[in-house]
Each structure stands twice: as structure tokens, then as C-alpha cells.
């Protein structure tokens, strides 16, 4: 039996704990994978980040926020539901906390925003 092949009666016989093979098979089957086909993954899954929540409510920040705090804000993050939204100081902060629900029903219509549930502003 090859010693990376552990099993719990061998663990056993040597008095060492058991751990499961963590690894994975290959999903090609164990044969090299061409380089169209590496590339390929790659964009797909470069193509999946780029597509982001903050980047499409980054692209349409001025249509969604009143236009004197438009340059004075910014969102920052997506998270749980909840988009942060970067404030210049406290009065901005809490005049954009009063436009909020208007801010939330246009920010859900844009593509792939549809899940977020608040706002918060720091």
C-alpha cells in the first residue's frame, strides 16, 4: 500500500491519528490540459469578477445619487446584502442617509443589484 494512501487500520497499526485524503481527482482525467482550454477557464473566471455589483453601481453613481453628492461619495463595498457607501465628511453622510430609499429602489434595478438590501454610509 502506498504511504500516501493512508487507511484508518493502518493509521491504527501505527498508532497515528487518521486524516482523509483532502485532495481531489483532476477533472482531466489525469492528462494534460491545453493551453485554449487553460486561457479559457481563466477569462471565465476573470469575466465572473469583473462582473461585480460595485462596478455596475460605480458606472451609474450618478444616477442614483442626488447630483450635489455625486462627487463626494462613493460605494465601496458589497457585502452580505449591504453596499457601503463612503462618505467626504458627517453632513453628506447624513443627507444621503435621508435620500437612502430612493437611492436603494434605483441601485436594485441595475444588473446583477438585485439582492442588495441596505445601505450603509462610512
Known amino acids: 500500500m502506498p504511504l500516501n494512501e493512508d487507511s484508518a487500520v493502518l493509521s491504527g497499526f ?13 477533472s482531466s482525467g489525469g492528462l494534460p490540459v491545453s493551453s485554449k482550454e ?10 465572473a469578477r469583473a462582473a461585480s455589483p460595485v462596478s455596475a453601481i460605480s458606472e451609474n453613481w450618478k444616477k442614483c445619487v442626488p447630483a450635489k453628492f455625486a462627487a463626494k461619495s462613493s460605494p465601496v ?16 453622510r ?5 435620500a437612502a430609499r430612493g437611492m436603494l429602489k434605483k441601485i436594485r434595478g441595475f444588473e446583477g443589484c438585485s439582492s442588495i438590501k441596505s445601505i450603509r454610509f462610512i
Do not use: H
Open 14 to 26: 501505527r498508532s497515528m491519528p487518521y486524516r482523509p485524503k483532502f485532495s481531489r481527482a483532476r
Open 77 to 92: 463595498n458589497v457585502r452580505a446584502g449591504v453596499l457601503y457607501v463612503a462618505a467626504d465628511n458627517p453632513q453628506i
Open 38 to 47: 487553460l486561457s479559457r477557464r481563466f477569462l471565465a473566471k476573470f469575466a
Open 94 to 98: 447624513q443627507e444621503l442617509q435621508f
